[in-house]
């Protein structure tokens, strides 16, 4: 039962472009939501994180967005720049443990 | 600071045999993980530790076993290994367990582990 699902496996953008991933939830018990990259050989790191509560937490180039009603949060990545090439992944927090989605592997071409 | 160390970086196993995936931070972190991350599949919790002395089940804990051996290290056992435990195994630790997402976990590079 996969409750964080991103079903694009793969994305691929312009450089200076805009980047959306999107990642849909089935448990509307989540308290957290939170964006991990990973680059090859390398474990995930933190991105960027947003409330239950809030429907926009913003970080730099880094904006997630949350719908609760229809249980999707997107992160939007302005301008997207080459050093963005990488596997994210959205993750939950649901008593006290990380739910994490497939990943979306992001590529930014030239 | 090193953050999350883990080794080996790469294993190949035949079927049956056993290791150990060694695990060590050196944040002076209190909780620690240990996933899984297969194709298709994002990561998955196998065990986890909240704080020295205590372990509990994840999501996917069959066929291994875990030991806190001190408050760095948390390490993960694989008795007799399957092909299906051919993965890439991320070991984990932050603050105390995730109660909100100041709680950030931070993570190992992974050990990619092959089993024949």
């Known amino acids: 039962d996969q409750q964080v699902k991103q079903n694009s496996p793969s994305l691929s953008v312009q450089e200076g472009r805009i980047s959306i991933l999107n990642c849909d939830y089935t448990n509307s018990m989540f308290d957290y939501f939170l964006w991990y990259k990973k680059y090859p050989a390398e474990g995930p790191t933190f991105l960027i994180s947003i409330s239950s509560i809030k429907d926009k937490n913003e970080d730099g180039r880094f904006t997630v967005f949350l719908n609760k009603s229809a249980k999707h949060l997107s992160l939007h990545i302005v301008p997207s720049q080459p050093g963005d090439s990488a596997v994210y992944f959205c993750?939950?927090?649901?008593?006290?443990?990380?739910?994490f989605g497939q990943g979306t592997r992001l590529t930014i071409n030239p | 600071n090193a953050g999350v160390t883990q080794t080996p970086k790469f294993q190949v196993l035949k079927t049956g045999q056993s290791m150990t995936l060694q695990c060590a931070q050196d944040?002076?972190?209190?909780?620690m993980y240990w996933y899984r991350q297969d194709p298709g599949m994002g990561l998955r919790l196998i065990y986890y530790s909240a704080s020295e002395g205590t372990t509990d089940k994840g999501e996917v804990p069959n066929g291994y076993n875990v030991s806190r051996l001190n408050k760095r290290e948390f390490s993960l056992r694989l008795e007799s290994a399957a092909p299906s435990q051919t993965s890439v195994y991320f070991c984990a630790s932050s603050e105390a367990l995730v109660s909100s997402d100041q709680e950030t976990q931070y993570f190992g590079p992974g050990t990619r582990l092959l089993v024949l």
């Open positions: 944040m002076n972190h209190n909780s």
């Open positions: 993750a939950a927090i649901r008593a006290q443990k990380l739910v």
